[in-house]
Every structure is written in structure tokens, then in C-alpha cells.
């Protein structure tokens, strides 16, 4: 299984930036992608930026230009910056790992999801 702790949230002005972090712990080797997906109030939860482990990545229209994501492999560590932040990106933010393990000959695979970590952007 795969462990995911998400921190770096918290209140901020319009226009500021925030780190968030996720570390994960468990059988991480297995791990094909991560990503991060927030969730507002009344909203279903959505992609913001996803990674593969060949380092393809992907961004909401909406994050584009705002938002890096990255990853530290020998820390087993996520990271997003987020820079210019609006009051539109005010959710709750979560962690989500993709992995896969064997057998070879019957594989099976799973998502594993963090506890998620509040950001607020409002003046």
C-alpha cells in the first residue's frame, strides 16, 4: 500500500503563493503517477496538475502558468507551487498516487488518496 500525508496549506491574500507538499511512504516504488485534485464546496473534485514517472506532466486550463508541479524521487516527496493565487482556487487540495505491482502474469493496480490540506485565498 501506498501512504499519503499532504501539508503546506492555509490562508492566503490574492496574488500570493503557497507550496504544498506530499509525501508518501509504503510501497512508493510501485508508484506510476501522482498528481494533486482539489475539491470546492459544491464542486466535484478535479484534476489541477498530474505527473508520470517519465516525467510527462499535465495542467488544468485554469492553473496553467500559475502552477508547477514536481517531484523529488529520493524523497519520495510531491510538490505543487502555487503562485498568483486566486480566490477561485480556494478548495480543498488532495494527493493522489497511481501505482501497480505483480504479479507479472496477473497485475493489479490502485489509486491512493492523501487526507487533503485546506487552502483559502481571500482578502
Known amino acids: 500500500q501506498v501512504h499519503l500525508v499532504e501539508s503546506g496549506g492555509g490562508s492566503v491574500q490574492p496574488g500570493g503563493s503557497l507550496k504544498l507538499s506530499c509525501a508518501a511512504s509504503g510501497r512508493t516504488r510501485s508508484i506510476d503517477a501522482m498528481g494533486w485534485y482539489r475539491q470546492a464546496p459544491g464542486k466535484q473534485r478535479e484534476l489541477v496538475a498530474r505527473?508520470?514517472?517519465?516525467?510527462?506532466?499535465d495542467y488544468a486550463d485554469s492553473v496553467k502558468g500559475r502552477f508547477t508541479i514536481s517531484r523529488d524521487n529520493a524523497k519520495n516527496t510531491l510538490y505543487l507551487q502555487m503562485n498568483d493565487l486566486k480566490p477561485e482556487d480556494t478548495a480543498v487540495y488532495y494527493c493522489?498516487?497511481?501505482?501497480?505491482?505483480?504479479?507479472?502474469?496477473?497485475?493489479?493496480?490502485?489509486?491512493?488518496w492523501g487526507q487533503g490540506t485546506q487552502v483559502t485565498v481571500s482578502s
Open positions: 505527473i508520470i514517472s517519465r516525467g510527462g506532466v
Open positions: 493522489k498516487a497511481e501505482a501497480s505491482w505483480g504479479p507479472i502474469e496477473a497485475p493489479a493496480s490502485g489509486d491512493y
